[in-house]
């Protein structure tokens, strides 16, 4: 498909659950731009018994933000690498409004402002069921019941004002996260080709 007016910067918003992850994927090979989540980042720090990781293991196995210092740093990294001036796709940051403020900071520097936040949304009860699904499929440490309450507690309190951020720059845009995979997909690639529409 060709894409006119391209959205090259996204910052993909959305629970725990809404599938954000799988979306962001696939549009990473769809548009080429490159996808970066900070969970994906963490988990592999966690993995190779980095500093970063060590320190970040608890707060991820409890459900809460690993502090905003310590995932800047990961982000500010990972936004120096020369892919990132094909556009890039956020996933998983920023969780709460000093991260929104820090990354607008960080772009600015790089010249590289963010285009459109796209925010998946997808009813509660299919979180909990698609969540405990994956800890069957994939056992991440912090897809337990308890953790995956918490995640979702977080995600309210902290993550869900970050949409106000966009929207206030008339920035944001809304998808229904709900259906199969081929469906959202479709309709962000939809939303994303009309940066004007809805
Ligand atoms: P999900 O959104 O499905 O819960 P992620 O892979 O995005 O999963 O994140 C897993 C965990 O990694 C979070 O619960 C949190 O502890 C940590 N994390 C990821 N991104 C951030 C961030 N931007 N700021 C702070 N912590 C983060």
Redesign the pocket.
């Known amino acids: 498909m060709i894409l006119t007016q391209k959205i090259m910067r996204i910052v993909l918003l959305g629970p ?2 809404s599938g954000k ?1 799988t979306q962001a994927a696939l549009l990473r090979d769809q548009l080429g731009v490159a996808h970066i ?4 980042l ?2 592999e720090a966690v993995e190779q018994q980095t500093e970063l990781g060590k320190k970040a293991k608890s ?2 196995d409890a ?4 502090p ?1 210092d310590l ?1 800047l740093g990961l982000i500010e990294e990972r936004l120096g690498q020369p892919d990132v001036a094909r556009g890039f796709i956020l ?5 709460n409004l000093s ?1 929104a403020e820090a990354l607008d900071s960080v772009l600015e520097r790089i010249e590289q402002p963010v285009d459109a936040a796209v925010s998946v949304t997808v009813n509660e009860s299919e979180i909990v069921d698609r969540l405990s699904r994956r800890a069957i499929e994939e056992g991440r440490s ?1 897809d337990t019941e308890e953790v995956i309450r918490n ?1 979702m507690r977080v995600y309210a309190e902290q993550t869900a004002p970050v949409a106000g951020h966009y929207a206030r720059r008339g920035q944001l845009r809304e998808v229904d996260g709900m259906g199969s995979v081929e469906e959202v997909n479709q309709r962000l690639l939809d939303t994303l080709e009309n940066p004007d529409a809805g």
């Open positions: 725990p659950g992850g989540s900070t969970g994906v963490l988990r707060y991820m459900g809460e933000l690993v905003d995932v996933d998983g940051y920023p969780r991260q912090d995640r």
